[in-house]
């Protein structure tokens, strides 16, 4: 098996099947009640400089289930609005003996001039503009192969605002890996090729129907600037959105996923959020038992848990 136990978690690029088995086999012990012992007091924070609510609350209910002291960090009140970059805002958590550091910042790859700097501190990306998103994409991974025990040759259509989103970056590349077979729908404006490099472009009625898991994407109003003007909800739902008609197309086994927040008229029919084959919060619950996986994973690297802990998972 490669070595799942990194000091920093900040892409799934450099992922292999044998590090997302591990991670989820992991998250599954806490979910059944697992716990680590430290070798040391632990402390960590989580820097958002970007709204959220699922992510953000869920890292921070991992490290304090974990016995991680969670130092409170406020965007808009911090040194960064001084003018400090974010190098030396975590080199000042470093020099106070801060262990990990989870971040969310709006600049794809902020995380490369922090591995440039060889840093102590752990970097976590908790997401990075457009780019990635490690954490959301692994607690994806861990609901599929609880509903299906594999990814071979599962088709996984992904639907809606593809351009500007890392959750959709980061499953594509992932499930690719795995063995899954992807399949991407939405308007021509958030379509790129380069989305042809992971799987073929389909319609919304197409995917619905051929589909084991139909993966919803928020439409990101916050990243669409003057297109903002021109977005119609009602339009959109009925072109792209999973409506009811969509529902009763899909496969008997196929599940509905989707990173919320939820835009419910949306992407998808507000009843169908918690329909029979949704797993929208099935995946928040195990978005918690993930980062536990993670963060665990970065304390072993570190020598604060002990690898022993957690040996034989695999």
Not at 213 to 227: A, D, S, Y
Not at 282 to 305: E, F
């Amino acid at each position: 098996m490669t070595d799942s136990y990194k000091h920093d978690l900040v892409t799934v690029a450099d992922m292999d099947e044998d590090q997302v088995l591990h991670k989820i086999k992991l998250a599954q012990l806490f979910q059944r009640g697992k716990t680590v012992h430290f070798n040391r007091p632990t402390y960590a924070m989580n820097l958002f400089f970007e709204n959220s609510t699922r992510t953000h609350t869920s890292f921070e209910m991992a490290e304090r289930r974990l016995g991680i002291q969670v130092l409170q960090f406020n965007a808009g009140s911090s040194s960064v609005t001084k003018g400090e970059t974010l190098a030396d805002t975590i080199k000042t958590l470093q020099a106070i003996g801060v262990d990990i550091a989870v971040i969310r910042h709006p600049e794809n790859e902020y995380y490369r001039k922090l591995l440039d700097e060889n840093l102590k501190i752990s970097v976590v990306n908790g997401g990075d503009g457009s780019g990635q998103h490690p954490s959301q994409s692994l607690l994806d991974m861990m609901t599929i192969y609880q509903e299906f025990g594999t990814f071979k040759n599962l088709n996984v259509g992904i639907i809606g605002d593809l351009n500007h989103s890392r959750v959709a970056r980061s499953n594509m590349e992932l499930l690719t890996k795995l063995g899954a077979h992807v399949s991407f729908a939405g308007p021509d404006q958030w379509y790129d090729q380069k989305f042809e490099d992971y799987g073929q472009r389909l319609t919304v009625d197409e995917l619905a129907k051929n589909s084991d898991i139909v993966m919803l994407l928020r439409v990101q109003k916050e990243r669409l600037g003057q297109e903002l003007a021109d977005f119609d909800a009602a339009s959109y739902h009925e072109q792209f959105g999973l409506t009811k008609d969509r529902y009763h197309t899909m496969k008997d086994h196929a599940i509905i996923m989707h990173p919320a927040p939820v835009n419910r008229g949306i992407e998808i029919d507000s009843d169908l959020v918690e329909a029979d084959k949704s797993r929208i919060f099935k995946q928040m619950t195990n978005g918690m038992y993930m980062r536990m996986a993670i963060l665990t994973d970065v304390l072993v690297n570190k020598g604060i848990v002990n690898k022993a802990e957690i040996e034989g998972i695999d």
